[in-house]
Each structure stands twice: as structure tokens, then as C-alpha cells.
């Protein structure tokens, strides 16, 4: 069990790492989509969200 404590830390970092990654891939997506339906007021909003997680 100790070993698990050791990796702990380093893998709860690659998982954040990992579902930041995922989060800004479906953003990035939705936007995409916005703006090809040319929805402006969700287009401001996902960019408003965008800049939360930079």
C-alpha cells in the first residue's frame, strides 16, 4: 500500500492533466459547432468559459 501512496501524487497530476486536455478538446468542439450555426450568444458564452480555464 505504500507504493500506491508514492504514485499517488504523480497520477492524480497526469489525471488532472488528462481531464483539463479533455475539457478544452470538447470546448474547442462546441465552439466549432456555435460558431457553424452561427449561435453568437452561446459562441460568448463558451468563450467566457474558455477564458476560465486559461
Given at each position: 500500500?505504500?507504493?500506491?501512496n ?6 492524480l ?19 466549432e459547432?456555435?460558431r ?8 460568448k ?10
Amino acid at each position: 500500500m505504500s507504493m500506491m501512496n508514492k504514485n499517488t501524487p504523480k497520477s492524480l497530476v497526469k489525471l488532472d492533466e488528462i481531464h483539463k486536455a479533455n475539457i478544452e478538446k470538447k470546448l474547442a468542439h462546441r465552439l466549432e459547432a456555435a460558431r457553424a450555426k452561427g449561435n453568437q450568444d452561446l459562441v460568448k458564452i463558451l468563450e467566457a468559459e474558455k477564458q476560465l480555464l486559461e
